[in-house]
């Protein structure tokens, strides 16, 4: 779902970042310019179809997909590879095809405040909440760059546990295909807590 220009999946910038304080827990710039992300790529895209997405990154942008688009890492739609770069794929499950979106480093050079906070060249305590913000709500689409791409299909495909088995170091149920024990077990992941 796309809406107005400016508007982020059809909600209003404020909106939009009201939201991003409830789900994260503050109105993070990486949030926030997720969200125009996927509402370019859900534009680029065929209407009426469902998506899967992948971030390539951990950081921040994993909640603007959740929060617009039905792909969650908990329904497997929504993969994480964290390569540490900011950008997002969404992309038909069955073909393959869908659009890159990206973070563009030539881009925010116009914007001062949104490059010293994604380049790092300012501490956080330095950074202006207020003024990032007010250069992303002015930046919109203009500072990303989006190409067409073709992932292989049920490359990223969530796998499915199969068989279950009780581990005798813990008592919980695992894939019995991971071994005889649990793969937390066999980490070390928690002991104790009798």
């Known amino acids: 779902m796309t809406g ?6 059809g909600y209003t ?11 994260h827990g503050s109105p993070a710039p990486g949030v926030i310019i997720g969200g125009f992300m996927v509402n370019l790529a859900l534009r680029l895209l065929p209407p009426g179809r469902l998506y899967d997405a992948i971030c390539e990154t951990s950081v921040c942008l ?3 997909v959740q929060l617009l688009t039905p792909c969650t890492i908990g329904n497997g739609w929504l993969k994480v590879l964290d390569y540490s770069r900011f950008a997002i794929t969404l992309y038909d499950k069955e073909t393959g095809e869908g659009v890159r979106i990206h973070l563009d480093p030539q881009k925010i050079k116009s914007f001062p405040e949104i490059e010293g ?3 790092k060249k300012k501490p956080k305590s330095s950074q202006d909440l207020n003024l990032i913000l007010g250069e992303i709500r002015t930046a919109g689409e203009s500072i990303l760059t ?4 073709k992932i292989t299909p049920g490359m ?3 796998p499915r546990m199969g068989p279950v088995a009780i581990c005798p170091s813990c008592g919980e149920a695992y894939p019995s ?3 005889t024990t649990c793969l937390a077990c066999r980490a070390g992941f928690i002991s104790g807590g009798d």
């Open 13 to 23: 910038f404020d909106d939009y970042v009201e939201m991003v304080k409830k789900f």
């Open 4 to 9: 107005p220009a400016g508007s982020i999946c």
């Open 117 to 119: 906070w994604f380049l």
């Open 62 to 64: 994993p909640d603007a």
């Open 177 to 179: 295909k991971d071994g």
């Open 156 to 158: 990223y495909r969530r």
């Open 146 to 149: 989006e190409k067409r791409v």
